[in-house]
Structure formats: structure tokens, C-alpha cells
């Protein structure tokens, strides 16, 4: 299983950002897709995920301004995040996941400027 994020970049407080991943290889109709960030100096915590039928789940810290969804290609995923915060700043990674899997991509940088 292979993972591609992209769309990290640097941006000021305030601004949106829409990350993007892709997953290829052997998964699991019933998998579960999501975003994780690990802050300098931080643990790797959950920002969003969404399984196949649509349903979310978001962090407290980015709940009302962030917004994940899946592609019309088979396992992708984009995560739009609006109202950036200094905060939000990390390396984002995405995973795809199912029953006892779990798989990583490398993960992308997000930057946010005050």
C-alpha cells in the first residue's frame, strides 16, 4: 500500500488550505481515511478521518473549520482546512486503515504564519 499527500505549503493565519491523499495497492473496501499532525515536539495526534459511507470524525481543535471528504477516485481523500491558525502548524500524514491495518504515507508540511 502506497500513500501520496501533497498540497502542504506555507500560509498566513486565517487562510485555507486543502491537503490531498491518495492510496494505491491492496485495501480493504471498508477502510477508513484520515489525517493526522505531529506539531514540533509533539505527539502524532488525529485530525480527521472518514470512512467509505462519508461519515467524519474531527478533532475538537479544527472542528467548524475544517472539512474532510472523499474522491470520486477510489480511496482518495482531501482535507480543506479554513481559518488556519499557528496552531494547525505540523507535518500532516495520511493513513488509510481497516480491521488491524495501518498504513502511513510521508507526510506533508504545513505552515501557518500569525
Known amino acids: 500500500v502506497q500513500l501520496q499527500a501533497s498540497g502542504g505549503g506555507l500560509v498566513q493565519a486565517g487562510r485555507s488550505l486543502t491537503l490531498s491523499c491518495a492510496a494505491s495497492g491492496k485495501i480493504d473496501s471498508g477502510n477508513v481515511m484520515g489525517w493526522y499532525r505531529q506539531g514540533p515536539g509533539k505527539d502524532r495526534v488525529m485530525v480527521a478521518d472518514i470512512t467509505v459511507d462519508g461519515t467524519a470524525n474531527y478533532a475538537d481543535s479544527v472542528k467548524g473549520r475544517s472539512t474532510i471528504s472523499r474522491g470520486n477516485a477510489k480511496n482518495t481523500a482531501y482535507l480543506q482546512m479554513d481559518n488556519l491558525k499557528p496552531e494547525d502548524t505540523g507535518l500532516y500524514y495520511c493513513?488509510?486503515?481497516?480491521?488491524?491495518?495501518?498504513?502511513w504515507g510521508d507526510g506533508t508540511q504545513v505552515t501557518v504564519s500569525s
Open positions: 493513513n488509510v486503515r481497516w480491521g488491524v491495518v495501518s498504513e
